[in-house]
């Protein structure tokens, strides 16, 4: 079945039109519907009521060259003017012979696409394995020691001396926070002249932290020029009666402000510590000993498993005695 339109409208023209004589047929090629007979060509004559239609040539394919249909507005195109020019044609939407392109077309592009992603990801992956390959040569093979043309390398230009110095290399931490110390134990002496003993605990931390360091080494040199005396400790314990000139610290205590939060409490002469648990209850003597003295400790458990010590302090720095383990009175 051929599909023809008006030569001039562009409307489709029936075959039933055609044959029934409304229609004018021009040639083979042009025709012109019922509403546009009256602009056919003067000797265009219409189709006589139940004419039938000639049959058209054709030619199998591969035989012989085909006819091609031409659509509305092809004749433009070709450089053939249209049959009548006096006014401009409707705009309006013109149908033409043309089809979509059937979807083995679309199965070729897509199989096509997908050859050329195949050969993209072939070729990449033998460049990778092209470098890999060299790589791991050069690698087996490992450095040489020969040069290009046989010439021997020569010999390596000496180490120039680092005589200006380096301030990356100069750069000590350790060393500034030991005179950062040092200097603050200078700064305790002129402020405490009366507490020797306080000094020396900081140049003795000092050496003992940041050993050989300048500040180290000048913190040891303090406490030599210092020459406090040290006594020597007694080898033997006060007689009974000297206990009597001992000085009660208990006496001088105050629970609610020597107590390191936790609640003491005052009985007599004695001191009861908290009876509930928790972190372990502390009470500081407000008393500050000399260098050498003896202590003596009486104390009674009334309840509760936990240890009992003293801190004894000596130049500073505390000695913990245990008076009573585990479960001990």
């Keep these: 079945m051929v599909i023809r339109y008006c030569d001039r409208c562009g409307q489709r023209v029936e075959e039933d039109d055609v044959a029934s004589g409304r229609a004018v047929e021009v040639d ?79 199965t070729l592009c897509a199989v096509g696409i997908v050859a050329g992603v195949v050969v993209l990801v072939a070729v990449v992956a033998l460049v990778l394995h092209g470098r890999a390959e060299e790589r791991n040569n050069l690698a087996r093979e ?114 609610s402000a020597d107590a390191n939060g936790t609640a003491w409490t005052r009985e007599g002469a004695s001191v009861i510590s908290p009876r509930q648990g928790g972190p372990s209850a502390m009470l500081t003597l407000p008393y500050r000993p000399a260098d050498e003295y003896d202590v003596r400790v009486v104390f009674a458990r009334r309840d509760g498993q936990n240890d009992i010590g003293v801190l004894l302090p000596r130049h500073g720095k505390p000695i913990c005695l245990i008076l009573g383990g585990w479960g001990n009175s």
Excluded: M
Aim: charged fraction near 25%; charge should be positive; proline fraction near 13%.
């Design 28 to 106: 083979k090629e042009r025709v012109f519907c019922a509403a546009c007979a009256e602009s056919a060509p003067k000797g265009a004559v219409a189709r006589a009521p139940g004419a039938q239609e000639s049959p058209r040539p054709s030619a199998s394919p591969g035989k012989g060259p085909q006819r091609r249909w031409v659509t509305p507005g092809r004749e433009s195109r070709r450089g053939l003017a249209p049959a009548s020019s006096s006014r401009s044609l409707p705009r309006q939407t013109v149908r033409s012979n043309a089809r979509s392109a059937p979807s083995s077309n679309r």
């Design 142 to 255: 490992g450095p040489t020691s020969s040069t290009p043309n046989g010439a021997a390398p020569g010999d390596l230009p000496p180490r120039p001396n680092d005589t200006g110095g380096n301030a990356d290399s100069d750069y000590d931490p350790r060393a500034l926070t030991a005179a950062s110390l040092l200097e603050q134990a200078r700064a305790y002496r002129k402020a405490s002249p009366q507490d020797p003993w306080g000094l020396v605990r900081r140049l003795n931390e000092l050496q003992e932290r940041y050993a050989d360091t300048p500040a180290a080494r000048e913190a040891a040199k303090l406490s030599r020029e210092l020459n406090l005396p040290v006594s020597v400790p007694a080898r033997e314990l006060p007689p009974e009666s000297d206990w009597g000139r001992a000085i009660s610290l208990l006496e001088r205590v105050d629970p």
